[in-house]
């Protein structure tokens, strides 16, 4: 059962900002991570503010290549079905495709995926590639900060007391393929084992993965533009990145999966995706 | 600092008829619809938001109703299977299952009729791939699923 809380639906963004000020304030959009986890114990706060009424976190904006701007209350079947999205960056859609099932992906949000800050996070992966920033408010005003910055753990973030996530803003989306995969024990819902995203700019000759599950954080891959530039044979650049790969990660042994095998599949996830997105 | 209250008082409307209530903050929307309007129809199976056996229609999108506080839907249209059968007379997706027999001890029944109902309000003409994309979240222990799978396909076709 989950235990006695209060509960507040705040008017305004500064209302919100306020409530979490209290101890043990969380706050609520989706909740599939949060009641879950209140339901097993392992998470109970005393306050949960339900910011899924704030104008403010309810923004979606996809103009062309110029760049996304994802609210905190944008669920992930939206991102899904959304058709100019699923033409500009298809990556989203594909990363939360693979997230859960469709009912819980009516409530799950982009934002709540990255704030759970799972290493095996399936939106994490795209974020990183992208080179996403978080918007944060809080007691102290705004901040921005890249994806990277914000996740610094395993189920931890940058976002201090009383902070909330705004909204996500993509930058410029390069010219070329992108795509995600992930290596599951079972087609269906299960956790990502490994998770990969990748984008490969042929012009600019920029190539940005991005490996999930296999360190504390996601992975995103350094080197691998001049790798890009160094060759333009698509067997030998895969096999160069998925070195790259097994060196730049550091997996363990899990309910899902050993570190031997994580390292092997993040290196075979990294071919595939290589051939995907350069040929 | 302001005090926050541990009970919530929400208006919702449930398969067409008005509710005001209140309820503890950490009751779930599965918890409200079976034991508080007792429409037990609605089953809780895994109670974590794996099985989809506790799906109900929220404001024309099929959810979870155990990953969802009651406090949360103040305001909000719920759809439960009470709300399926009008006047005795079962829908075609109801009636599909039986021909196809699409359930055996029927505890995930009322799930899979919700999100296939959902599907077909959406999409009247879904492929194969849309069912088993649309159910996917919703376990059957008993049928294998290719009954339940042939129940939509075959309102769907007549449909169509």
């Known amino acids: ?279 | 600092m302001k005090e926050y209250s541990k009970i919530v008082d929400i208006r919702v409307k449930v398969n067409g008829a008005e509710y005001r209530e209140s309820v503890p903050a950490n009751m779930t929307l599965l918890h409200f619809l079976r034991e508080h309007l007792m429409l037990t129809g609605t089953k809780e199976g895994c109670g974590i938001g794996e099985c989809g056996a506790c799906t109900i229609v929220l404001n024309g999108k099929p959810v979870t109703s155990c990953t969802i506080l009651a406090a949360e839907v103040d305001g909000s249209e719920i759809h439960t299977i009470e709300g399926e059968a009008k006047n005795y007379q079962l829908t075609d997706l109801q009636q599909a299952f039986i021909e196809h027999h699409g359930e055996q001890c029927g505890f995930c029944t009322p799930g899979f009729i919700m999100s296939a109902q959902s599907l077909l309000d959406r999409n009247p003409n879904p492929s194969r791939e849309e069912i088993v994309e649309a159910v996917s979240g919703n376990l059957c222990r008993c049928t294998g699923y290719e009954p339940i799978i042939e129940a939509i396909e075959a309102v769907a076709r007549k449909k169509s």
């Open chain 1, 1 to 279: 059962m989950i235990k006695p809380v209060a509960y507040f639906k705040p008017d305004s963004l500064a209302e919100a900002v306020e409530a979490l000020q209290n101890e043990n304030a969380r706050p609520i959009a989706g909740g599939t991570d949060l009641i879950i986890n209140m339901r097993n114990g392992t998470e109970n706060p005393g306050l949960l503010v339900d910011v899924k009424g704030l104008d403010e976190l309810d923004v979606f904006s996809a103009n062309g290549k110029s760049g996304i701007t994802i609210g905190a209350r944008v669920n992930l079947n939206f991102l899904i079905d959304d058709a100019k999205l699923r033409n500009i960056c298809p990556v989203l859609g594909e990363s939360a495709l693979s997230v859960a099932t469709y009912q819980l992906r009516n409530r799950a949000t982009l934002i709540g995926n990255l704030c759970n800050a799972s290493p095996a996070a399936d939106m994490a992966p795209a974020m990183y590639v992208l080179g996403a920033g978080v918007v944060i408010t809080g007691p102290h005003g705004e901040r921005k900060m890249l994806i990277s910055d914000f996740i610094t753990g395993v189920k931890r973030t940058a976002l201090g007391k009383g902070e909330l996530v705004v909204k996500v803003e993509i930058p410029e989306i390069p010219d070329g393929k992108m795509a995600f995969l992930k290596k599951q024990r079972c087609r269906g819902h299960d956790l990502a084992t490994v998770n990969v995203a990748g984008i490969a700019d042929p012009a600019a000759k920029t190539l940005k993965i991005c490996i999930g599950a296999c360190a504390v954080t996601p992975v995103l891959l350094k080197g691998t533009d001049e790798l890009y530039r160094e060759t333009d044979n698509v067997d030998e650049l895969a096999d160069r990145a998925a070195e790259l790969a097994r060196k730049s990660i550091a997996p363990i042994d899990d309910v899902r999966s050993s570190a031997e095998y994580r390292r092997d599949m993040a290196s075979v996830y990294v071919k595939r995706l290589i051939r995907k997105i350069c040929s």
